[in-house]
């Protein structure tokens, strides 16, 4: 019993170990176009993935063309596209196995930083258990457990990101805010000074008008 035990850990370390394997986080500079390539060997693999832009020079609004993302298969077909955005999920079923592309397009000319995750997960099927005998229902459990676990680690790397994103945005309105009010007194100290300029101007010409 003991051995069974200590096997089936065993498997369950070596599959998780595997899911490991088949994780992609990395940060990417967009300065125009940018990709990425991910080989997938089982036909009907979940391709999944997030990614958020970290930084960026200007901030995100309504008149930002924000970045695009596509999803490429070997055949050269577009499986996944999104537009315009700042940062989003993916979950994709591969139609064959094969090396996937993912690019990132930046229509503007302000370079981004991109924190990117993939993962390629998958879980035998029936036919997959038809084919091998060495698998049995426990080994799917496993896989399937694997790609829970694997879910939570893809959400938690998600929200970091955007919480980083978050603080380099409170931080550059930070400095834009202190940069407009520094301005804006400034300003106001040139505008009182031309005033008292003028107002004395004013005066010298009256007390000159007057002793004449």
């Known amino acids: 019993m003991a051995k069974i035990w200590g096997k089936m850990w065993a498997l369950m370390g070596l599959l998780l170990f595997n899911s490991v394997c088949n994780v992609s986080s990395l940060s990417v500079n967009v300065n125009n176009i940018e990709c990425v390539y991910e080989y997938v060997l089982y036909e009907g693999d979940t391709i999944s993935g997030n990614f958020v832009v970290v930084d960026h020079d200007i901030f995100w609004g309504s008149d930002h063309p924000g970045i695009d993302f596509t ?80 879910s939570v680690t893809a959400e938690q790397k998600y929200l970091k ?11 550059s309105t930070r400095k834009r805010v202190i940069g407009y009010t520094v301005g804006e007194y400034i300003l106001l100290t040139l505008v009182s000074a031309l005033q008292v300029i003028y107002i004395r101007q004013l005066f010298s010409k009256s007390v000159a008008y007057n002793r004449v």
């Open 71 to 150: 999803v490429t298969s070997p055949l050269g077909n577009t499986v996944h596209e999104l537009k315009g955005t700042s940062g989003d999920k993916f979950e994709v079923k591969a139609p064959r196995s094969g090396m996937y592309k993912f690019c990132f397009h930046n229509p503007h000319s302000a370079p981004e930083t991109v924190s990117f995750h993939i993962h390629v997960g998958h879980i035998p099927t029936e036919h997959d258990l038809a084919k091998d005998e060495h698998l049995d229902p426990i080994n799917v459990k496993i896989a399937e457990l694997r790609e829970a676990l694997e």
């Open 161 to 171: 990101a955007r919480d980083t994103r978050h603080r380099h945005t409170n931080e």
